[in-house]
């Protein structure tokens, strides 16, 4: 561009009502940047030289806004690639993103080993099955066996007693509510992010409960 620079585009573009949302990803040769700036008769006359000042600094002082992106050649082209997707990915995307996260955690909390009376247990469908059992049983006014047993996850036969069972049962209830709430919660404050950089701050981890269920240790 004859007598005409990058960075005069760059602010030409920020500056237009109609362009200032296309996205810009400045790549220039290492320290052309602040050449092109000290270059730029209008910033140069008016502002002075860029001396010593950092690529921030000069950032700060010559453009009207801030580019999406800035990488200096060499630039690894899987690197481009990368900035380029993160700055073309849309809200409903990073939307979307979260909430399969959510779900990858639900699973993965479901799937693992739970804590309780010092032993790991497996949330199997057996398992779950006799301990629905004994709540219902418990529900329906009749009275469990004094011990019972269950295999732990390295399949230990653990004594129980009914105390003990009943407990066991509504730990294990309460753990997969909470999951189940803890899912519904976040997919719900994730359908409500209107904001591209509270959504991408937006932590999945948070509030789910933890594997350890109580009881002797």
């Known amino acids: 561009?004859?007598?005409?620079?990058?960075?005069?585009?760059?602010?030409?573009?920020?500056?237009?009502?109609e362009h200032k949302d296309i996205p810009v990803v400045i790549l220039t040769g290492e320290g052309g940047f602040l050449r092109h700036l000290a270059e730029l008769r209008e910033f140069?006359?008016?502002?002075?030289?860029?001396?010593d000042l950092s690529t921030e600094e000069v950032l700060n002082r010559f453009i009207y806004s801030r580019p999406d992106a800035f990488l200096e050649k060499p630039v690894d082209p899987e690197i481009l690639i990368q900035v380029v997707r993160r700055i073309l990915i849309t809200l409903d995307e990073v939307?979307?993103?979260?909430?399969?996260?959510?779900?990858?955690?639900k699973d993965r909390m479901l799937a693992r080993n739970v804590e309780y009376k010092g032993h790991l247990f497996a949330l199997e469908p057996g398992l779950l099955s006799n301990l629905a059992i004994n709540l219902g049983l418990m529900?329906?006014?009749?009275?469990?066996?004094?011990?019972?047993f269950f295999s732990s996850s390295d399949g230990k036969i653990v004594p129980f007693t009914k105390e003990e069972a009943l407990s066991f049962s509504r730990a294990v209830r309460d753990y997969m509510v909470k999951i189940d709430k803890v899912a519904v919660d976040h997919l719900t404050a994730i359908q409500g992010l209107s904001d591209m950089e509270?959504?991408?701050?937006?932590d999945v981890q948070r509030n789910w409960p933890s594997s350890r269920l109580g009881g002797l240790t």
Not at 1 to 17: A, D, H, R, T, V
Not at 140 to 145: E, K
């Open 1 to 17: 561009m004859p007598k005409k620079s990058g960075i005069w585009l760059f602010n030409e573009l920020k500056k237009s009502e």
């Open 139 to 148: 529900a329906a006014g009749v009275d469990l066996p004094q011990e019972l």
């Open 95 to 105: 939307k979307k993103d979260l909430s399969k996260k959510v779900y990858l955690i």
């Open 44 to 51: 140069h006359e008016t502002k002075g030289g860029v001396g």
């Open 198 to 202: 509270l959504a991408q701050a937006y």
